[in-house]
């Protein structure tokens, strides 16, 4: 230890003797610079070799300082990325979550809203169907009764018809298109039309002869028979014979007089039990 302290008690003389010697030496400014830089950087190798102090050291030293100054993280750079990442969440945030696509399940509640209509349309035309022959039943029910004996002798066209014997007559024709016997029953009920046609059923009996026309698909000759109906302005059969004017044209293939006939009945019957069938038509045809 004293041996070392007394190393660097040599080297502080040394070094205190070489800048009083370069104080009393005046060369020219850039020579003498230079002579001074190097004197001193030659004391300072001298005492860093005294103490220890390699040049690993040293350049480790130099090192360390690089790092520093290269890890030194720059603020704005930092602060830009904060930026952009906070923008992004900000951008994921606003977007609305996409709507789940349920196509197929509207597909089948549209194909079912469908079928509870065609479903509907068959239940009414069901009910009007059943209220027409119900009405019928109960028709016949009353001429029955009202109606006297009728002879079996009777022959159709025979000549002039009481009241209750057109009744008779008419209910016998009328059962014998039920039974699908068209060509009798439009026999019968030309007999009661030239017998009297000013009877009540006079009107009902022109309906069913255009009826019998149309089951046997003569379809002409049904819509004069049809035609004929409006004849009697206070039938009751006027809508019906409307309805059947229509089904005639399209049965025929006429399709634009077939819509004629049924908006015909849409707009002078807005009543009848046929308007919603007419209604029917009248959207399928084109």
């Known amino acids: ?24 030496s005046r060369k020219p400014d850039q020579e003498q610079a230079t002579d001074e830089e190097s004197a001193r950087q030659k004391e300072l190798d001298e005492i860093e ?34 930026l952009l990442d906070a923008k992004d969440v900000a951008m994921q ?13 509207e597909k089948q509640v549209t194909d079912l809203k469908a079928q509870v209509e065609k479903k509907d349309l068959m239940i009414n035309d069901l009910k009007a169907q059943l209220k027409k022959q119900s009405e019928q039943i109960y028709q016949l029910e009353a ?34 298109f039920h039974s699908h016997n068209y060509q009798d029953a439009i026999e019968s009920f030309e007999s009661l039309l030239a017998a009297q046609n000013n009877h009540s059923l006079a009107d009902n009996s022109q309906f069913w002869i255009g009826e019998c026309h149309y ?9 004069i028979d049809f035609e004929k109906v409006f004849t009697f302005p206070k039938s009751n059969k006027l809508d019906a014979a409307q309805f059947k004017l229509g089904l005639c044209q399209l049965r025929l293939g006429d399709k634009s007089k077939a819509r004629e006939e049924f908006q015909r009945l849409v707009d002078q019957y807005p009543n009848s039990e046929y308007l919603r069938q007419a209604q029917k038509h009248i959207q399928e045809l084109p």
Not at 10 to 21: D, N, P, T, Y
Not at 56 to 81: C, F, Y
Not at 148 to 170: F, H, K, L, N, W
Not at 215 to 220: E, I, N, V
Request: aromatic share 8%; hydrophobic share 30%; net charge neutral.
């Open 1 to 24: 230890m004293i041996k070392k302290i007394s190393h660097l008690f040599l080297i502080v003389v040394l070094a205190a003797f070489l800048l009083w010697s370069c104080g009393s």
């Open 49 to 82: 070799s005294l103490l220890g102090v390699t040049g690993d050291q040293k350049s480790g030293s130099n090192d360390s300082k690089d790092k520093q100054t290269q890890q030194k993280p720059s603020g704005k750079k930092d602060e830009t990325l904060g």
């Open 93 to 105: 945030q606003e977007q609305p979550p996409a709507k789940p696509q349920n196509t197929e399940l």
């Open 143 to 176: 001429q029955k009764q009202a109606a006297p004996a009728i002879s079996s002798s009777y022959t159709p066209g025979s000549g002039d018809v009481g009241y209750g014997e057109y009744e008779g007559r008419y209910d016998e024709a009328l059962s014998l």
């Open 215 to 223: 089951a046997l698909g003569q379809y002409k000759k049904a819509i």
